[in-house]
């Protein structure tokens, strides 16, 4: 077998899309406020056997001692946004959500460009608890749902590491999978 057949595809433009859009609300509130530091692609080392590279992840000030500027990130980051695609989907689900738990990540995001939701997870006790789920409805699936779920809809996410940023949905999924 030839190396090209180990080829891996790179994420899609929508994919791309929707990383970048979550980067330019939280990297402009970090930067603003000079509350931290956002990464892309970046290698996360728990320990040796536990070395992951997030879509994208937010080390506040207060943890930056986990910063090595000429390597790695060595320990939990404050958040991490992990956005589902059908290869990585099951790993995002379980291996990764398990780990990032157990090694303290305090806010885990799983981004379902398909769905155009967010799930947020929030470390308390050690423990990750579902905070919520924030989805996009279409115009067409809005109309659809009862008056209490018509109330119930949210239009923004709420990034909790970060008090007061709150990130529009149909920001975040603009170009999003058709």
Same mark, same amino acid.
């Given at each position: 077998?030839?190396?090209?057949?180990?080829?891996?595809?790179?994420?899609?433009?929508?994919?791309?899309?929707?990383?970048?859009?979550?980067?330019?609300?939280?990297?402009?509130?970090?930067?603003?406020?000079?509350?931290?530091?956002?990464?892309?692609?970046?290698?996360?080392?728990?320990?040796?056997?536990?070395?992951?590279?997030?879509?994208?992840?937010?080390?506040?000030?207060?943890?930056?001692?986990?910063?090595?500027?000429?390597?790695?990130?060595?320990?939990?980051?404050?958040?991490?946004?992990?956005?589902?695609?059908?290869?990585?989907?099951?790993?995002?689900?379980?291996?990764?959500?398990?780990?990032?738990?157990?090694?303290?990540?305090?806010?885990?995001?799983?981004?379902?460009?398909?769905?155009?939701?967010?799930?947020?997870?929030?470390?308390?006790?050690?423990?990750?608890?579902?905070?919520?789920?924030?989805?996009?409805?279409?115009?067409?699936?809005?109309?659809?749902?009862?008056?209490?779920?018509? +109330? +119930?809809?949210?239009?923004?996410?709420?990034?909790?590491?970060?008090?007061?940023?709150?990130?529009?949905?149909?920001?975040?999924?603009?170009?999003?999978?058709?």
């Amino acid at each position: 077998m030839t190396a090209k057949n180990f080829f891996i595809p790179s994420k899609c433009p929508a994919h791309a899309s929707i990383v970048g859009r979550i980067i330019v609300a939280v990297g402009k509130s970090l930067i603003e406020n000079e509350h931290g530091y956002f990464f892309t692609n970046i290698d996360v080392q728990f320990d040796d056997e536990n070395i992951f590279v997030p879509n994208l992840c937010v080390v506040l000030k207060s943890n930056e001692k986990i910063l090595n500027w000429s390597s790695n990130i060595y320990g939990a980051p404050d958040m991490v946004v992990e956005v589902l695609s059908k290869s990585t989907r099951r790993n995002d689900l379980t291996t990764k959500k398990d780990t990032y738990e157990a090694n303290g990540v305090r806010e885990y995001w799983i981004v379902d460009p398909w769905m155009k939701s967010i799930d947020v997870y929030l470390l308390r006790d050690g423990k990750y608890f579902f905070d919520d789920e924030y989805i996009l409805f279409d115009k067409e699936e809005f109309e659809n749902l009862n008056d209490t779920e018509k +109330a +119930a809809v949210k239009y923004e996410v709420p990034v909790k590491i970060l008090d007061g940023l709150k990130i529009p949905l149909d920001f975040i999924f603009k170009w999003g999978y058709k």
